[in-house]
């Protein structure tokens, strides 16, 4: 029941907004992209915080590990997609995506656990989980920088006729 709030706060952000002829929020594309980062942070953190010392603890420390990084793999995919540009963000997904892939591969042939690996082995984890993050968080600040995807340019030309004048009006966006 305690989560409850949390829930009912966080619904507000998938509530169906206004149809508007502005460009889309970007702000709020880029808050949902920092808010399930920062999720998968609490949850994967909870997990390899909770998970019991020593070789019993390891699988849960590793689903934790991939919980983090299942969290900002999906984030620039749905702040992209908040703005319209759903084949940005599946660019920006894919390298986060890579590096979950690389280290549940890693997770899966080492089976001695996190906290017992070399010094190279670590320096791997680290280096996929560094460069998909890195990614991510370029792909989130992408969306302040991109606005509005770019628009089919049209021209009208109408005929403009009336007393004393007959032409042509051309209106539009070049």
């Known amino acids: 029941m305690r989560a409850l709030p949390l829930v009912l706060a966080s619904s507000l ?3 169906p907004r206004a149809a508007r002829a502005t460009e889309p929020d970007t702000s709020l594309a880029f808050f949902t992209a920092a ?3 920062a999720a998968g942070f609490i949850v994967g953190g909870a997990i390899v915080s909770t998970s019991p ?3 019993s603890g390891d699988e849960r420390r590793s689903f934790g590990w991939l919980a983090m990084q299942a969290g900002y793999t999906v ?5 992209q997609g ?3 540009q759903w084949s940005r963000g599946a660019v920006f997904a894919a390298i986060p995506a890579g590096t979950l892939a690389g280290t549940a591969a890693f997770y899966r042939l080492k089976t001695d656990g996190v906290e017992s ?3 190279e082995q670590q320096r791997l984890v680290w280096g996929l989980f560094t460069v998909g993050l890195a990614v991510s968080m370029a792909g989130a600040i992408d969306v302040l920088l991109a606005g509005n995807p770019p628009r089919e340019r ?3 030309v109408r005929p403009n006729i009336g007393p004393g004048q007959a032409g042509l ?3 539009g966006t070049l």
Not at 75 to 79: C, E, H, I, K, W
Request: charged letters at 10%; a negative charge.
């Open 13 to 15: 952000l998938v509530v």
């Open 35 to 37: 808010a399930l980062d």
């Open 53 to 55: 010392a020593g070789g």
């Open 75 to 79: 984030s620039p995919l749905v702040a």
């Open 82 to 84: 908040m703005v319209g």
């Open 117 to 119: 690996n070399s010094l």
């Open 154 to 156: 049209m021209v009208a």
């Open 169 to 171: 009006q051309i209106e």
